[in-house]
């Protein structure tokens, strides 16, 4: 079974409207960790936000907010005021605690999705 | 400095080459990867070193040989790649995770160096 899925795999949004990208995950581990990364059309990939398995309040960085229904497995980010520089694939990412082992720093990805903003 | 650096930006090669990859960061970063991705496609974790050892190898072609000089520095030797191999290679840096008491170790990419193999 795949740990985190994405099922939009493409979306157009217009400038300065909300768009939310759903993630869904599965672990049996209680301790873990979600993060949404953002990856323009130039290759880097540049970390966005970061919601923990314990955190009480979800998880806001500006433009940014994740929406974290534990007992869903879903972990949504939701992109306020869209920009057109806001253009680019988006993939979520787990990272399990897999206390003292070489998995503790292994990173598992959902497949991405396509965001693109119109005008 | 929350950068990682990597070297070349665009590499072509032919099956017969031996080329490396390489990749920096200054950040004291203990954790550091490679990744492979395909076009459209999430990366795939190929190596991981922790505190300069190699703790992971997702079963990678030995044509693929990671080095890891000191705490800053990682190299990919390649040598007899197929096409198949073309792909944009990232490299990553974190903090160590393996002990497992912090998760929110998020990975720093560096902007990959996009591989064709002729």
């Known amino acids: 079974a795949q740990k985190i899925t994405q099922t939009q795999p493409g979306m157009f949004v217009q400038e300065k409207e909300a768009v939310t990208l759903d993630c869904t995950y599965d672990?049996?581990?209680?301790?873990?960790?979600l993060f949404w990364y953002k990856q323009p059309s130039s290759g880097e990939m540049i970390f966005l936000i970061y919601q923990g398995s314990y955190d009480q309040q979800n998880a806001t960085e500006g433009r940014y907010s994740l929406n974290f229904q534990k007992a869903r497995k879903s972990a949504n980010l939701v992109i306020s005021a869209s920009q057109l520089g806001d253009s680019a694939m988006y993939f979520c990412?787990?990272?399990?605690?897999?206390?003292?082992?070489?998995?503790?720093?292994?990173?598992?990805f959902g497949g991405g999705t396509r965001v693109l903003v119109k005008p | 400095d929350t950068e990682v650096t990597q070297t070349p930006k665009h590499l072509v090669m032919g099956m017969t080459n031996k080329k490396s990859l390489k990749c920096e960061q200054h950040?004291?970063?203990?954790?550091m990867y490679w990744y492979k991705q395909k076009a459209k496609k999430p990366p795939e974790l190929m190596f991981v070193?922790?505190?300069?050892?190699?703790?992971i190898n997702e079963s990678v072609p030995s044509r693929f040989s990671p080095e890891c000089p000191n705490s800053s520095l990682l190299n990919l030797h390649l040598h007899a790649l197929q096409p198949e191999d073309s792909a944009l290679y990232l490299c990553?840096?974190?903090?160590?995770?393996?002990?497992?008491?912090?998760?929110?170790?998020?990975?720093?990419f560096g902007p990959g160096t996009r591989l064709t193999v002729t």
């Open positions: 990553a840096s974190s903090q160590d995770g393996t002990s497992g008491t912090i998760l929110k170790y998020e990975q720093y």
């Open positions: 070193y922790s505190y300069e050892k190699l703790s």
């Open positions: 672990t049996s581990d209680p301790s873990y960790g």
């Open positions: 990412a787990m990272r399990e605690a897999n206390l003292f082992k070489a998995a503790g720093n292994k990173l598992t």
């Open positions: 950040m004291g970063h203990r954790a």
